[in-house]
């Protein structure tokens, strides 16, 4: 006959024993810097439970295993583990639980929620079963039900979207958007959501700087700015997603590998990644010190998500009072309500020409000379109503990132300067070039960004292509006279 130590009892004094607890939480297998694939297990027990316990956060179980379908189903949060042979350790002043499956080291998972006599998951093919297990189990399940959580464990670190700042190492609760395995340096990526928007950079931001100095392969050297491939998500028949909040990339190394991948539309825990800002986008860095559990649905996000929607809170970094804003759309515009980049590019495969108002701020522009900006509209140059404009704008929101197309008429009513030639007008071209230094934010910007309120209308160039062919073009906008 076994004998089984609580919780507390396995943490007093270092070595091999066995065990029963609650699973609170168990990360997917990840793997490690060797040959082994490994899983974060937090147990939980009556004796974690008892007032002034110094393990009220549970007890850190480390699993081990040569390939990652022997370690623990991760959707076994609120189970009842079974552990034998394992380690008692201290780590870093803390207790901790080590074994390697195969190696002396064994686990049962019992159903946490029915009367179930058997596990559903065992690490080995055979196993036996005494009426002291039949007890315990039922005990555990008791105490399950008593207690408020599994899925007790929040990481003291955890943040929301909109708070995480380059240079942090953070945990959140969120929800997987979408999924691109498609990228250059072996490099995947997951974009997570929480309903948040995560903070504004200029484009010229980026602290890739910070880390590459360790990147062996060269993969972090390569990053760049990330954006949800729309018609690949169309193709795969998802269409829905949510208007507001960011889509935060998270990328990885294949070092990760496939398993490691959680499913496009789950609610995950994601724990211990790196936050930097590459060409002025936010993205998170899964590192070897990573990893990602299921989650159960984040009512918490789901209900601030409703809220801001009925309050029309299209930004959260914008400023509320529109005379803030640094462009404004004209009076026929006042009625339609603001949209947001990602329902305009996610809708691109409809080829449905439409308008729509954003609130948006610029990143660049191209030309990016502005006595470049217009061009002769004619074969004869010199006469002020001979010239056009034609400019690209780099547009950003919380949620994604367009071009823009400014042109003729509405170039001249955006700038408040009638096209001309701007190479023998320097007049005119240093008041355009100070109104783009004002939106790009190089002037006095503050932590928020710059923003501004325009107007775009979707057109297609080619029907039967129409994630190819969509573009967007600014119209019915004005720059704001500076203050």
Same mark, same amino acid.
């Given at each position: ?26 990360? @997917?297998? *990840? ?26 956060n549970?007890? @850190? ?24 042979r ?30 179930a006599?058997?596990?559903f ?22 105490? *399950? ?62 602290? *890739? ?37 960011t ?58 998500i409703?809220?801001r ?45 439409? *308008? ?7 990143? @660049? ?10 061009q ?13 404009y ?54 006095g ?34 720059i704001?006279?500076?203050?």
């Amino acid at each position: 006959m076994y004998t089984y130590k609580s919780l507390q009892e396995a943490s007093d004094r270092d070595g091999i024993c066995n065990t029963y607890a609650v699973v609170a939480d168990c990360s @997917e297998p *990840r793997a490690t810097r060797g040959t082994d694939w490994c899983s974060n297990v937090i147990l939980v027990d009556p004796t974690t439970e008892l007032e002034g316990s110094q393990l009220v956060n549970g007890v @850190e179980c480390m699993l081990f295993a040569v390939e990652p379908a022997l370690l623990p189903n991760p959707q076994c949060v609120g189970s009842i583990m079974r552990l034998h042979r394992i380690k008692a350790q201290t780590f870093n002043n803390r207790p901790q639980l080590v074994g390697k499956i195969g190696k002396g080291c064994s686990f049962c998972l019992f159903a946490g929620q029915n009367q179930a006599t058997e596990p559903f998951q065992a690490s080995g093919a055979t196993y036996t079963l005494e009426e002291q297990d039949h007890q315990v189990v039922a005990a555990l399940r008791h105490f *399950r039900r008593r207690i408020e959580r599994p899925g007790l464990t929040v990481p003291e670190s955890t943040k929301r979207i909109r708070d995480v700042r380059p240079g942090d190492v953070f945990s959140c609760h969120c929800k997987v958007l979408a999924i691109d395995k498609s990228l250059d340096h072996g490099v995947a990526a997951f974009f997570i959501w929480d309903g948040t928007d995560s903070m504004p950079f200029p484009l010229s931001a980026d602290t *890739r700087q910070e880390i590459t100095s360790s990147d062996e392969d060269g993969s972090w050297g390569a990053a760049k700015r990330l954006a949800i491939d729309f018609e690949a998500l169309a193709a795969s028949g998802n269409t829905h997603v949510p208007a507001l909040g960011t889509a935060l990339p998270v990328t990885f190394s294949d070092t990760q590998g496939a398993p490691c991948m959680p499913k496009r539309g789950a609610w995950i825990k994601l724990q211990n990644v790196s936050a930097w800002v590459i060409q002025g986008q936010l993205q998170a860095r899964f590192t070897p010190d990573s990893q990602w559990s299921p989650a159960s649905y984040d009512d918490d996000a789901i209900a601030a998500i409703r809220q801001r929607e009925q309050a029309a809170h299209i930004s959260e970094w914008a400023p509320s009072n529109p005379r803030e804003w640094a462009a404004a759309v004209s009076n026929e515009m006042d009625d339609v309500p603001f949209t947001t980049l990602r329902q305009i590019l996610s809708q691109a495969g409809n080829a449905a020409p439409s *308008r729509h108002k954003c609130l948006v701020r610029l990143l @660049e522009h191209h030309p990016s000379s502005v006595p470049d900006f217009c061009q002769p509209a004619g074969s004869k140059a010199g006469s002020n109503s001979l010239w056009r404009y034609a400019v690209k704008l780099r547009l950003e929101d919380a949620t994604g990132e367009a071009d823009v197309l400014l042109y003729g008429q509405d170039g001249d009513d955006f700038f408040r300067t009638t096209a001309q030639d701007l190479q023998q007008n320097q007049g005119a071209a240093a008041g355009i070039q100070a109104s783009m230094s004002r939106l790009k934010g190089q002037s006095g910007r503050s932590e928020r960004g710059v923003w501004m309120a325009c107007c775009f209308k979707t057109f297609w160039s080619e029907r039967t292509c129409p994630w190819q062919s969509m573009h967007v073009r600014l119209l019915a906008t004005t720059i704001s006279e500076m203050h």
